[in-house]
């Protein structure tokens, strides 16, 4: 049913419940897998104003998009699958464009995402990638929830 499936990380606990979902499937169908990170630049411009050498913490965050992309290539290793990877910078746009843009562009046949399910106030101030995916991609999307109030090892 699915033959390509993309997976936004961005090497948080809930990104990696949907990767590990998406692993799921992509054995199940024998699928294709590829893993992406989207650097968000727009968290840099709006959040320093200049206070900082932005050109280093660009830097920081795409090392950080590196580590995430090969944490979850390893993860999807482990279980025989030959994922393909990318990493994007938004370049001032959203990463809920680029992922809708990558999607069509590779012909994924299911986006599978972890999303924190957040509400009301938060929902508002954070936006919602997941839900500007879900309004702007002609691609099925699987969306992975953490457990509610639990963190990791299900401590609450």
Known sequence: MYQRILVPVDGSHTSTLGLQEAIRIAIDQRAKL???HVVDELVVAQNF???LNTGDLL???RE???KALQNALAL????DLKPESALFESLGGRISEIIVKEAKKWRADLIVMGTHGRRGVTRMVLG???EAILRSTP???LLV???DGKKRGGKK
């Open 59 to 61: 830097d920081t965050l």
């Open 34 to 36: 590829r893993i992406i």
């Open 139 to 141: 691609v099925p999307v």
């Open 49 to 51: 104003d200049g206070y």
């Open 76 to 79: 999807a290793r482990k279980r």
């Open 145 to 147: 929830r953490s457990p």
């Open 128 to 130: 919602s990638d997941a």
């Open 64 to 66: 950080a998009g590196k």
